[in-house]
């Protein structure tokens, strides 16, 4: 039954270029991107309890190893995709192992921190990293390319999430979230698992920043990662609730979309009115919708004191 | 066959909605993209919010410079439709909002697009696609230099690094033993800066006697001029954002730095920030930058072009102050554009308005009084001539120009 | 529902021997090294000065911390928000303290609604809160800009324009006023949670909120209170922050950011800890800049974030924290 909805979407997003416009098409590609990312964040957060408001860190990661391999090295720019994903993997281990030490806002203050250091590092080292006038790649390519491209890469990633998900790594992963000790008692490893999610994370991560970066003309620059992607992912994946397809794409959507469309909104159509918009839709759809989003935050209700507060059902 | 008929259902609807938008896209005027019978359609990006916001000033000017001249009979009869769009400075947004404009919009040309970055990052994507990147607001040397690679590109304003190189020729002139201490922003704008001075300083580089770099998201600048006090420099010189160089100020004086000459950069000469900085304790009198604006509201006060401006702005944007000079700023790139469409002719064409951009040879009423908009075929370069300033009357004062107009900035 | 749990039980409070002889020795290192080059003086003092600024606003987060075990990621844009609200007081012709008092009591009115409001319906979820209070930090941001501008404004020097000198050390009055409101801050804390009910009903209600609504105490107004509280710091900061960086909406976001560090070095629940915290941070970033030439100013957020991670990796309960024992 599953398939159908699933179908539907394969066919609606293969049907979609043949009727949109290109513009419209490079609009699609950033719900694509923010797609891949959300999916990253939601194997971290959703699947193992592990909060991170550090994930543009991982993206400028991928998007860096995109362009340099592609200015300085003259790769193929599909070709990038693959190292940067593996470069990300990496970085996500050894992010992970520290973060074994650190939950709950102990981890988010350090995800946050390496957000807001990353973007530095391209500043720092500019004759490598090309500084504030950033990188361009050595090709740019167009809207429908950029647009197969980055949905192959969503469905890649989706059917990536759901394999490891549905077996022996996913009910790990879950036994992780739902209760360490007894994870531990039936002989899962912590270290291993947790440190797993946070790679498995960043790699999604780091493809979504290579396209970004193709989307932007094929032009990094620290600007583009600022701490703002981080949050915004964070408020993706909130939105997006629990790790379910439709959840997902409603966050990409919403996280894509909302700033294209909200200058169009009457009486507030300007910039910092979009500020409002955003910042009001984002307080309310946590403050109106708690229960639809229950299975993701009961994640995160660890804490002793806060289990004596809220209702007797989640402790 | 339950998916089927969704799909089918799916499929026949996004048909429809497609096929309408077809027809009404090919309902629509084929001519060159922006321009109608009676409008010229143009957009640009800028910084509406964020860190770089207090330069929206600037796309404000521009919209109430071309109500104004909507009111007055518009272009060639056709009135000027300026779409502006936040990308808070940053290129990840730049993209896509240009790509609105250039394909959605059907603008005409890229007006005054401000920043380098969010620039660079259209750069190839607009003269690849043939739409005019013009008068982009930013004063990197790219604009002037690669026109060959980039032919759908101009620059405005004088660049950083010709700017720089005349405060060297000043200082090597005026003041050969200085010992010139240097703060400058850490990225390509403030190394521009840097190495127009020591090109400008020719053999006298070596008076550089110490160089602090500050990054823009520091929260003082206060260590770096400590070192700088402490390293024994007399005139200090200052490549920064307006609020760092207003901390530059106001922190000299407050820990007792007392230099024989202190040169701040034209992007931070802003009346405004100088009032700023003296109202919170700093020596602002007798602080040196160049200028190539008109200087409304004193010592030009009585040109035609003051007296313009100011009508301007109190009818159409009267929120806005004659003494920001990016608010002279806007109304002089507005003033271009509308001159380069004007010279574009009655059915301007996209290379129209590049060719009109590349023979100016004008007096502009925002420049300073005496300055000329000059460009070529190999000069791309609109504005290059810079005036010394000097400021004196504390947070109550102004600019006073001095000495000669300097041509071939760059 | 355990698996991340911290308990806690707080098994020492406050300083220890070994962290007090580690500031006792950065005290004598700062002096003597003041003593033998007058730049490392002006700079530790301009380190001090900046420090003050970074310790106020994390003594903000340190309350919101110690009253609901969360972080305020719109701390920075509340202050900023109600530093506007005294700018519009003063232009309507308050005088400039009465102006600072006023919109104390206004910022106190602000975090208790924001608490009641937003924050109470999902506090039992740390990401919810997090997520609201940047949904939060957007939204200010976007408020501000839209009612006054994102032009530079100022207000009034608070204390005045006056510079002192001290041999070569030279001082504003702007930076001795900041170090003492700072620290006057930490000490009216201090008596209110040792010396005053309110205040122990406070620290109970946050600690052990079960226990504490058992013996009377009305946990939901105290942690209400807590973020009023927080918010007049936050103003309190965001005054202090005016004169140096003007005021502008994105004034107070690179301070948060040291903020956070400074918070995290002091343990995130000491009030003490986090001015401490400041001032080493801004003392630290100072003298590394002057004296290490890798250290270039690019790398000044990642040091204090370095500094950040690797107080959470080798004493995660900084240096004035409690002991917690993770049971797991």
Same mark, same amino acid.
């Given at each position: 039954?599953?398939?159908?909805?699933?179908?539907?979407?394969?066919?609606?997003?293969?049907?979609?270029?043949?009727?949109?416009?290109?513009?419209?098409?490079?609009?699609?590609?950033?719900?694509?991107?923010?797609?891949?990312?959300?999916?990253?964040?939601?194997?971290?957060?959703?699947?193992?309890?592990?909060?991170?408001?550090?994930?543009?860190?991982?993206?400028?990661?991928?998007?860096?190893?995109?362009?340099?391999?592609?200015?300085?090295?003259?790769?193929?720019?599909?070709?990038?995709?693959?190292?940067?994903?593996?470069?990300?993997?990496?970085?996500?281990?050894?992010?992970?192992?520290?973060?074994?030490?650190?939950?709950?806002?102990?981890?988010?203050?350090?995800?946050?921190?390496?957000?807001?250091?990353?973007?530095?590092?391209?500043?720092?080292?500019?004759?490598?990293?090309?500084?504030?006038?950033?990188?361009?790649?050595?090709?740019?390519?167009?809207?429908?390319?950029?647009?197969?491209?980055?949905?192959?890469?969503?469905?890649?990633?989706?059917?990536?999430?759901?394999?490891?998900?549905?077996?022996?790594?996913?009910?790990?992963?879950?036994?992780?979230?739902?209760?360490?000790?007894?994870?531990?008692?039936?002989?899962?490893?912590?270290?291993?698992?947790?440190?797993?999610?946070?790679?498995?994370?960043?790699?999604?991560?780091?493809?979504?920043?290579?396209?970004?970066?193709?989307?932007?003309?094929?032009?990094?620059?620290?600007?583009?990662?600022?701490?703002?992607?981080?949050?915004?992912?964070?408020?993706?994946?909130?939105?997006?609730?629990?790790?379910?397809?439709?959840?997902?794409?409603?966050?990409?959507?919403?996280?894509?979309?909302?700033?294209?469309?909200?200058?169009?909104?009457?009486?507030?159509?300007?910039?910092?009115?979009?500020?409002?918009?955003?910042?009001?839709?984002?307080?309310?759809?946590?403050?109106?919708?708690?229960?639809?989003?229950?299975?993701?935050?009961?994640?995160?209700?660890?804490?002793?004191?806060?289990?004596?507060?809220?209702?007797?059902?989640?402790? | 066959?339950?998916?089927?008929?969704?799909?089918?259902?799916?499929?026949?609807?996004?048909?429809?909605?497609?096929?309408?938008?077809?027809?009404?896209?090919?309902?629509?005027?084929?001519?060159?993209?922006?321009?109608?019978?009676?409008?010229?359609?143009?957009?640009?990006?800028?910084?509406?919010?964020?860190?770089?916001?207090?330069?929206?000033?600037?796309?404000?000017?521009?919209?109430?410079?071309?109500?104004?001249?909507?009111?007055?009979?518009?272009?060639?009869?056709?009135?000027?439709?300026?779409?502006?769009?936040?990308?808070?400075?940053?290129?990840?947004?730049?993209?896509?909002?240009?790509?609105?404009?250039?394909?959605?919009?059907?603008?005409?040309?890229?007006?005054?697009?401000?920043?380098?970055?969010?620039?660079?990052?259209?750069?190839?994507?607009?003269?690849?696609?043939?739409?005019?990147?013009?008068?982009?607001?930013?004063?990197?040397?790219?604009?002037?230099?690669?026109?060959?690679?980039?032919?759908?590109?101009?620059?405005?304003?004088?660049?950083?690094?010709?700017?720089?190189?005349?405060?060297?020729?000043?200082?090597?002139?005026?003041?050969?033993?200085?010992?010139?201490?240097?703060?400058?922003?850490?990225?390509?704008?403030?190394?521009?800066?840097?190495?127009?001075?020591?090109?400008?300083?020719?053999?006298?580089?070596?008076?550089?006697?110490?160089?602090?770099?500050?990054?823009?998201?520091?929260?003082?600048?206060?260590?770096?001029?400590?070192?700088?006090?402490?390293?024994?420099?007399?005139?200090?010189?200052?490549?920064?954002?307006?609020?760092?160089?207003?901390?530059?100020?106001?922190?000299?004086?407050?820990?007792?730095?007392?230099?024989?000459?202190?040169?701040?950069?034209?992007?931070?000469?802003?009346?405004?920030?100088?009032?700023?900085?003296?109202?919170?304790?700093?020596?602002?009198?007798?602080?040196?930058?160049?200028?190539?604006?008109?200087?409304?509201?004193?010592?030009?006060?009585?040109?035609?072009?003051?007296?313009?401006?100011?009508?301007?702005?109190?009818?159409?944007?009267?929120?806005?102050?004659?003494?920001?000079?990016?608010?002279?700023?806007?109304?002089?790139?507005?003033?271009?554009?509308?001159?380069?469409?004007?010279?574009?002719?009655?059915?301007?064409?996209?290379?129209?308005?590049?060719?009109?951009?590349?023979?100016?040879?004008?007096?502009?009423?925002?420049?300073?009084?005496?300055?000329?908009?000059?460009?070529?075929?190999?000069?791309?370069?609109?504005?290059?001539?810079?005036?010394?300033?000097?400021?004196?009357?504390?947070?109550?004062?102004?600019?006073?120009?001095?000495?000669?107009?300097?041509?071939?900035?760059? | 529902?355990?698996?991340?749990?911290?308990?806690?039980?707080?098994?020492?409070?406050?300083?220890?021997?070994?962290?007090?002889?580690?500031?006792?020795?950065?005290?004598?290192?700062?002096?003597?090294?003041?003593?033998?080059?007058?730049?490392?003086?002006?700079?530790?003092?301009?380190?001090?000065?900046?420090?003050?600024?970074?310790?106020?606003?994390?003594?903000?987060?340190?309350?919101?911390?110690?009253?609901?075990?969360?972080?305020?990621?719109?701390?920075?844009?509340?202050?900023?928000?109600?530093?506007?609200?005294?700018?519009?007081?003063? =232009?309507? !012709? $308050?005088?400039?303290?009465?102006?600072?008092? *006023?919109?104390?009591?206004? %910022?106190?009115? /602000? +975090?208790? @609604?924001?608490?009641?409001?937003?924050?109470?319906?999902?506090?039992?979820?740390?990401?919810?809160?997090?997520?609201?209070?940047?949904?939060?930090?957007?939204?200010?941001?976007?408020?501000?800009?839209?009612?006054?501008?994102?032009?530079?404004?100022?207000?009034?020097?608070?204390?005045?324009?006056?510079?002192?000198?001290?041999?070569?050390?030279?001082?504003?009055?702007?930076?001795?006023?900041?170090?003492?409101?700072?620290?006057?801050?930490?000490?009216?804390?201090?008596?209110?949670?040792?010396?005053?009910?309110?205040?122990?009903?406070?620290?109970?209600?946050?600690?052990?909120?079960?226990?504490?609504? =058992?013996? !009377? $105490?009305?946990?939901?107004?105290?942690?209400? *209170?807590?973020?009023?509280? %927080?918010?007049? /710091? +936050?103003? @309190?900061?965001?005054?202090?922050?005016?004169?140096?960086?003007?005021?502008?909406?994105?004034?107070?976001?690179?301070?948060?950011?040291?903020?956070?560090?400074?918070?995290?070095?002091?343990?995130?629940?000491?009030?003490?800890?986090?001015?401490?915290?400041?001032?080493?941070?801004?003392?630290?970033?100072?003298?590394?800049?002057?004296?290490?030439?890798?250290?270039?100013?690019?790398?000044?957020?990642?040091?204090?974030?370095?500094?950040?991670?690797?107080?959470?990796?080798?004493?995660?309960?900084?240096?004035?924290?409690?002991?917690?024992?993770?049971?797991?």
């Amino acid at each position: 039954m599953k398939l159908v909805p699933i179908g539907v979407v394969v066919a609606v997003l293969v049907a979609l270029p043949f009727l949109i416009s290109g513009y419209h098409q490079g609009l699609a590609t950033y719900v694509a991107i923010y797609f891949i990312a959300i999916l990253g964040l939601n194997i971290l957060t959703g699947y193992t309890g592990q909060i991170s408001i550090g994930h543009g860190a991982f993206m400028a990661i991928g998007g860096y190893t995109t362009v340099l391999l592609s200015a300085d090295q003259h790769w193929n720019l599909l070709a990038t995709l693959p190292a940067s994903l593996g470069i990300s993997f990496v970085c996500g281990l050894i992010v992970g192992v520290p973060a074994l030490r650190l939950s709950g806002v102990y981890l988010a203050l350090a995800t946050f921190a390496l957000a807001v250091s990353v973007p530095q590092f391209p500043l720092k080292f500019s004759k490598f990293l090309g500084g504030s006038n950033g990188i361009h790649a050595a090709q740019t390519k167009s809207h429908l390319w950029l647009y197969v491209v980055g949905w192959s890469c969503s469905a890649l990633a989706f059917a990536a999430a759901w394999l490891l998900l549905r077996g022996r790594i996913g009910r790990a992963f879950r036994a992780v979230r739902d209760s360490e000790l007894a994870a531990v008692s039936s002989g899962v490893s912590l270290p291993i698992y947790k440190t797993l999610a946070f790679g498995v994370s960043a790699a999604f991560a780091g493809v979504a920043g290579s396209l970004l970066v193709l989307v932007t003309n094929g032009y990094a620059q620290p600007g583009e990662f600022g701490v703002l992607l981080s949050l915004e992912i964070l408020i993706g994946a909130a939105v997006a609730g629990l790790g379910s397809l439709w959840g997902v794409i409603v966050g990409a959507v919403f996280i894509g979309l909302l700033p294209s469309v909200a200058p169009d909104v009457p009486l507030i159509g300007s910039a910092h009115g979009q500020d409002v918009v955003f910042g009001l839709i984002v307080v309310l759809i946590m403050l109106l919708l708690p229960n639809g989003f229950a299975g993701f935050l009961r994640r995160f209700e660890p804490r002793v004191k806060t289990t004596i507060k809220s209702d007797p059902k989640t402790s | 066959m339950g998916m089927n008929r969704r799909v089918l259902a799916v499929l026949a609807g996004a048909a429809i909605v497609a096929g309408i938008a077809v027809t009404a896209a090919f309902g629509a005027h084929r001519a060159t993209p922006g321009v109608s019978a009676s409008t010229i359609t143009i957009g640009g990006t800028f910084p509406l919010t964020g860190p770089a916001s207090l330069y929206k000033t600037i796309p404000a000017a521009e919209s109430a410079y071309f109500a104004y001249v909507n009111d007055h009979g518009g272009v060639n009869g056709r009135k000027i439709d300026f779409k502006v769009l936040d990308d808070g400075y940053d290129p990840s947004k730049t993209v896509p909002l240009t790509q609105q404009l250039v394909e959605q919009d059907k603008v005409f040309a890229i007006f005054g697009s401000l920043g380098t970055a969010p620039n660079l990052s259209i750069w190839s994507y607009l003269n690849t696609h043939k739409v005019p990147q013009v008068l982009v607001a930013t004063g990197d040397s790219y604009w002037g230099f690669s026109h060959k690679a980039y032919p759908w590109t101009i620059g405005y304003q004088p660049d950083y690094p010709g700017e720089a190189k005349i405060y060297g020729q000043y200082l090597d002139a005026n003041m050969p033993t200085a010992k010139i201490g240097v703060l400058y922003q850490n990225d390509a704008y403030g190394k521009n800066y840097y190495a127009g001075l020591r090109v400008g300083l020719g053999a006298k580089k070596s008076n550089i006697v110490s160089a602090q770099s500050y990054d823009a998201s520091s929260t003082s600048v206060v260590q770096q001029v400590l070192a700088l006090k402490a390293s024994g420099a007399n005139v200090f010189v200052v490549f920064a954002l307006p609020t760092q160089t207003i901390g530059a100020l106001v922190t000299a004086t407050k820990v007792g730095w007392t230099p024989n000459a202190t040169i701040i950069n034209n992007v931070s000469a802003n009346p405004v920030f100088l009032k700023i900085a003296a109202a919170n304790g700093g020596n602002v009198d007798g602080v040196l930058s160049t200028n190539y604006l008109n200087l409304v509201t004193t010592t030009d006060k009585n040109t035609a072009g003051a007296k313009l401006a100011t009508a301007i702005i109190s009818k159409y944007a009267s929120a806005l102050d004659l003494n920001d000079s990016n608010v002279v700023y806007g109304l002089g790139a507005a003033w271009t554009m509308t001159y380069a469409l004007k010279k574009a002719g009655k059915n301007p064409t996209r290379a129209g308005l590049m060719k009109a951009l590349k023979s100016l040879n004008v007096a502009d009423p925002f420049s300073y009084p005496g300055m000329k908009l000059q460009t070529s075929a190999t000069d791309n370069f609109p504005s290059e001539q810079l005036v010394f300033i000097k400021w004196g009357g504390g947070a109550a004062g102004q600019w006073a120009p001095f000495g000669k107009i300097y041509n071939h900035v760059r | 529902m355990l698996g991340l749990a911290k308990r806690k039980t707080a098994v020492s409070t406050g300083l220890s021997v070994p962290v007090l002889l580690l500031l006792l020795a950065g005290a004598i290192f700062l002096v003597i090294g003041s003593l033998s080059s007058s730049i490392f003086a002006q700079q530790t003092v301009a380190g001090l000065a900046q420090g003050a600024i970074f310790g106020s606003l994390a003594l903000a987060l340190v309350l919101i911390y110690r009253a609901t075990e969360v972080i305020n990621f719109a701390q920075g844009e509340l202050a900023m928000a109600t530093t506007y609200i005294a700018y519009q007081l003063t =232009l309507w !012709g $308050v005088s400039y303290w009465l102006a600072f008092f *006023l919109t104390l009591v206004i %910022a106190f009115a /602000l +975090g208790v @609604v924001i608490q009641v409001v937003v924050i109470r319906p999902v506090q039992h979820s740390v990401i919810a809160v997090v997520i609201i209070t940047v949904g939060l930090f957007i939204l200010i941001d976007g408020l501000v800009t839209w009612k006054w501008g994102a032009d530079l404004k100022f207000m009034p020097a608070p204390f005045g324009n006056a510079v002192y000198h001290a041999g070569s050390v030279a001082f504003s009055r702007q930076d001795l006023g900041t170090l003492i409101v700072t620290i006057f801050s930490v000490i009216l804390l201090w008596l209110l949670f040792q010396f005053t009910k309110l205040g122990l009903a406070m620290r109970a209600a946050a600690l052990r909120p079960a226990a504490a609504s =058992l013996v !009377g $105490v009305r946990v939901n107004r105290m942690l209400a *209170l807590g973020w009023g509280l %927080a918010a007049v /710091l +936050g103003a @309190v900061s965001g005054l202090m922050t005016e004169p140096t960086q003007f005021l502008q909406p994105t004034m107070m976001q690179a301070i948060l950011l040291y903020a956070f560090a400074a918070a995290v070095l002091g343990g995130l629940e000491s009030p003490a800890g986090a001015v401490i915290g400041g001032l080493f941070i801004g003392v630290f970033l100072n003298l590394i800049g002057q004296y290490i030439g890798f250290a270039t100013p690019e790398l000044r957020l990642p040091m204090a974030f370095a500094v950040l991670l690797l107080v959470l990796l080798v004493k995660p309960n900084g240096l004035f924290g409690r002991r917690q024992v993770r049971r797991v």
